[in-house]
Every structure is written in structure tokens, then in C-alpha cells.
């Protein structure tokens, strides 16, 4: 692929399905099932190489959160991913693509470890999978924390409820306070939440999700899930967010987060999410 291509498609002509990907950030910035848009992208987006694209799926990596030696979230959203294979069919007839970042000066000025990120995304019908390998490809071992960063759209957010969070523990951090368990068995957004949960189980559903459909989110070797809307004042603070934007959008953000992940040498750490579509038939 030239260096001029900074975006592919993988497409299943058959059933209208597309995944757009942007590799500024391996960012995934389209996902259509049926021909219906699945993700929100900001209006305000930014495309200019610098910023992490305000929408899709952008990839946290080695850091969740503000961090002193580095931007938020970390770089990987941030740096400029490379192709590793192009969209194909395989056997089972799921188009796959591979995308892979490789440590480079820049990431080593910030943080002086050697890795091998690689996300194979795979498109079935109603179904897009995102897997996630790390390897240490150095010779100290490293801690990260990381996270697929999930802009569900949906056409009204104070319809939506997401299942499959009761009884976690969590960290609410718009009021900083530890949460013992989540007592509500369907979440409802109806303000700024910006939950991160901990040990969640691996099957969560989003209901009024894109166009109104429901959505299986299933992870493994993530055992953690963050919640986020930024609402009023939130969307406000935000230059790439549009202020009317925030009830058509939610983030559910399955990572490994709360605790680090330790990686020695040669060591890979695997985890996946799974984005099932309940489509009409
Ligand atoms: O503005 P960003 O750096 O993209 O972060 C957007 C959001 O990401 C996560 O969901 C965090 O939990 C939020 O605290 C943060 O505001």
C-alpha cells in the first residue's frame, strides 16, 4: 500500500456491510451493518494527523487516562499504524484485515520499551470483531494499560440502556467516588457519566443502539468496561465535538484498565471484543 493511502474499506458487497479504517490511530471510523451507519464520528472531527480522531474506534495504548509522560490515552491513537494485510476473504467467507504498530523513536522518546501492537478486524454479517496483540519485542518488561474506545450513535441516548453491569464495582470520575456495586440492572444516561467499571462480565447488551437496534458486546481478556457521555458542558470543552452532539452518541469502552497488564519479554497479551448486530431479518 503507497504511504498516500491512508484509509481502507473492507466491504462484504453481499450483506451492505463496510468497516472504514483511518491508519492515524488504526482508527476505525465507519462501520455499517445493513447499510446503516454504527458508530458515531463527530461533525467537529479533526483529520489533521495530529489529534486522535473524536469518534469511530480509536485504540488507547500503553495508557488509559492523563498521563505524566505522555498524552492521554497514550499514543497509539495518535501514532501512524501500518497495514499488515489487506482486506481477504478467508475460508469461512469473513473479510479480515490485519493493522500493526511497531514502537519508533517517537514512541521510545515517550515511553522506552520495544512492542508489537497488531489488530485483526473481521467483518462478518451484523458482526465486526476487533482482536488485540501486544508483544513485547524487547528485552525489559513493561506494564500498560489499554482500551478499545467504542463511539456507539445512537439516535437518542436517554432511550438507550446498557445491560450487564449490575452488581461491578466501579470508579465514577465526575465525582471521584469508589462505587461498592452497580445496583441497576439496565443503565440509563440522562447526564455526564464516566464510569469505569471493574471485573465486568464478558457479555454486555446496548439497547436503542444505532438506528434503534440492539447490540451484543462481548469481550475477552478485557475485564474492564468505561461508560462515557460528556453531555452539556462536556460536548462544550470539547473544540472536535459538536455541542448538540452528545444525546446522539455513547462510549462503551471495553479495556484492560483498572489494573495494569505486566508483559515480560517475548510475552504477548490477547484480548478481542465481538460487536453482534441483532438485525431484522
Ligand atoms: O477527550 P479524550 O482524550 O478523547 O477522552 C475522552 C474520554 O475518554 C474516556 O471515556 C474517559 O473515561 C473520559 O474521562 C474521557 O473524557
Redesign the pocket.
Known amino acids: 500500500m503507497s504511504e498516500y493511502q491512508q484509509t481502507f474499506v473492507i466491504e462484504r458487497k453481499e450483506d451492505g456491510s463496510s468497516v472504514n479504517v483511518n491508519l492515524f490511530g488504526g482508527t476505525v471510523t465507519s462501520w455499517k451493518c445493513c447499510g446503516e451507519e454504527m458508530l458515531f464520528l463527530s461533525k467537529n472531527a479533526l483529520f489533521d494527523n495530529k489529534k486522535?480522531i473524536r469518534g469511530g474506534i480509536p485504540i488507547v495504548f500503553p495508557h488509559f487516562?492523563p498521563w505524566p509522560i505522555g498524552p492521554?490515552?497514550g499514543f497509539a491513537r495518535i501514532q501512524m499504524w501500518e497495514v499488515e494485510q489487506l482486506p481477504s476473504v478467508d475460508v469461512s467467507g469473513n473479510v479480515v484485515a490485519i493493522i500493526a504498530l511497531v514502537d519508533n523513536a517517537e514512541t521510545r522518546k515517550i515511553w522506552d520499551f520495544k512492542f508489537k501492537l497488531r489488530m485483526t478486524l473481521t467483518l462478518l454479517k451484523c458482526c465486526f470483531s476487533m482482536d488485540l496483540h501486544v508483544t513485547n519485542t524487547g528485552d525489559a518488561e513493561f506494564n500498560f494499560t489499554t482500551l478499545i474506545?467504542t463511539y456507539f450513535r445512537l439516535p437518542d441516548v436517554t432511550k438507550s440502556r446498557v445491560l450487564g453491569l449490575t452488581g461491578c464495582k466501579y470508579f465514577d470520575?465526575t465525582t471521584g467516588q469508589d462505587i461498592q456495586s452497580e445496583t441497576r440492572e439496565q443503565l440509563s444516561v440522562d447526564r455526564n457519566i464516566?464510569n469505569?467499571y471493574a471485573n465486568v462480565p464478558d457479555e454486555l447488551t446496548l439497547t436503542g443502539g444505532p438506528a434503534g437496534r440492539t447490540i451484543k458486546i462481548t469481550k475477552k481478556g478485557f475485564p474492564d468496561t468505561?461508560v462515557?457521555n460528556?453531555w452539556v458542558d462536556g460536548a462544550q470543552k470539547?473544540a472536535d465535538f459538536g455541542d448538540d452532539e452528545y444525546p446522539l452518541m455513547l462510549?462503551v469502552?471495553v479495556g484492560h484498565v483498572v489494573k495494569k497488564v505486566s508483559l515480560a519479554p517475548a510475552q504477548e497479551f490477547h484480548a478481542s471484543q465481538t460487536l453482534q448486530i441483532q438485525c431484522p431479518e
Open positions: 486522535g487516562g492521554q490515552h474506545h470520575k464516566d469505569i468505561v462515557w460528556p470539547m462510549c469502552e
